[in-house]
């Protein structure tokens, strides 16, 4: 009998760990996107040669409406961006023009930063489109974090070829994401610090992006307000409000 146990523990033991992987994914994205929120984020653009930022006010209902309006700098501001579902649109104030952005443009730079079109789309979901496994232990920015890796399931339209999390084991916050292309090259790497508690969400309030491929490039954004209980429904995304909105 005891034999018995021991082996059905060993043959079990894959299984859990998937599933406390995908637990622990689950749980954490819930942290971090809400349902219905609104945000104002200041977005740092670092290039070899220059530096700009970018301030912005952002709606979203989860995971397919959200709304970025620019508020600074003026030459930017009004610029408003849509998406739903799986289509984006820009509103360029500066010719009074509504644009659609084309599937072959999805991998471009949005506002010149190290963020994509895609990024924005978000068309993957991290629980339905990937397997995910527990690799270990590691500790980032001096907490302790589960380390995940992410493999797209076969059926998947998913850009990257893995992406592995560390979650922190202390309140479940995503505090490091680095992105590998199908060729298993370290594209890109996320990095959140500063929690802060928002509406009683505890989540980085400062992150960074550093694109490998971009030497001397890098993207941060922070948020000043995150409110995860926003009054605003779906018609508020809307293709004629992108031009009124505030």
């Known amino acids: ?14 299984l859990l760990l998937a599933q406390d992987a995908t637990d622990i994914i689950r749980r954490a994205d819930a942290l971090m996107r ?26 979203s209902i989860e995971p397919d409406l959200s709304l970025v309006y620019v508020t600074e700098p003026a030459r930017d501001k009004g610029t408003v961006t849509l998406k739903r579902k799986s289509e984006v649109w820009n509103w360029l104030p500066t ?3 509504t644009i659609k ?8 730079s949005w506002m010149g930063s190290d963020f994509t079109n895609d990024d924005l789309v978000r068309q993957s979901s991290i629980i339905e489109d990937y397997t995910h496994t527990l690799l270990g232990e590691e500790k980032i920015g001096g907490e302790d974090c589960y380390k995940i890796e ?16 560390w979650i922190s084991k202390d309140g479940l916050m995503e505090l490091k994401e680095d992105f ?7 594209i890109r790497t996320m990095v959140g610090s500063k929690p802060r508690d928002f509406d009683g969400h505890r989540i980085p309030a400062f992150w ?9 490039n890098k993207t941060t954004f922070e948020y000043t307000i ?19 909105v505030r």
Do not use: C, H
């Open 1 to 14: 009998m005891k034999l018995t146990f021991i082996l059905l523990f060993f043959l079990a033991a894959p």
């Open 34 to 59: 809400g349902k219905r929120t609104y945000a104002e984020i200041t977005m740092t653009i670092v290039k070899p040669t220059w530096t700009r930022a970018v301030s912005m006010k952002v709606w």
């Open 95 to 97: 010719i009074q023009k």
């Open 101 to 108: 952005i084309p599937p072959s443009m999805m991998l471009a």
């Open 150 to 165: 992410l493999k797209p399931k076969p059926e998947a339209g998913v850009v990257w070829g893995k992406v592995i999390f």
């Open 180 to 186: 590998y292309d199908e060729d298993g090259n370290l």
């Open 208 to 216: 960074e992006m550093i694109p490998y491929n971009k030497p001397g």
């Open 226 to 244: 995150l409110r995860f209980n926003a009054d605003i429904t779906p018609e508020f995304f809307s293709l004629q409000n992108m031009s009124r």
